[in-house]
Nanobody
Framework: QVHLVESGGGLVQAGGSLRLSCAASGAIFRTMGWYRQAPGKQRELVAQITSAGTTNYADSVKGRFTISRDNAKNAVYLQMNSLKPEDTAVYLC?????????WGQGTQVTVSS
């Protein structure tokens, strides 16, 4: 059974930093990443990383966010710097096997101006 457990969200002032963590278990994941969903908006990709370390970022977070992965721990991290109010959203961990996508429960990130 697959489990994804996220942590690290919270409230921060604009310009601040947060680090999200996602611990996964139950499968071997080819790609791991983070999506976000703000109220009234569609879910969007923030960043993703393959098991080989290839990364992909949304244009809106390039240069501010860094995704990393620990394959031994089946964990993925998102370091978020220079946060902006428009980064406010529920952030969801996504882990992908050959056959299926798995999602965490989400963690709230709120950036105040």
């Amino acid at each position: 059974q697959v489990h994804l457990v996220e942590s690290g969200g919270g409230l921060v002032q604009a310009g601040g930093s947060l680090r999200l963590s996602c611990a996964a278990s139950g499968a071997i994941f080819r790609t791991m990443g983070w999506y976000r969903q703000a109220p009234g908006k569609q879910r969007e990709l923030v960043a993703q990383i393959t098991s080989a370390g290839t990364t992909n970022y949304a244009d809106s977070v390039k240069g501010r966010f860094t995704i990393s992965r620990d394959n031994a721990k089946n964990a993925v991290y998102l370091q978020m710097n220079s946060l902006k109010p428009e980064d406010t959203a529920v952030y969801l961990c996504n882990s992908r096997t050959v056959f299926q996508d798995y999602w965490g429960q989400g963690t709230q990130v709120t950036v105040s101006s």
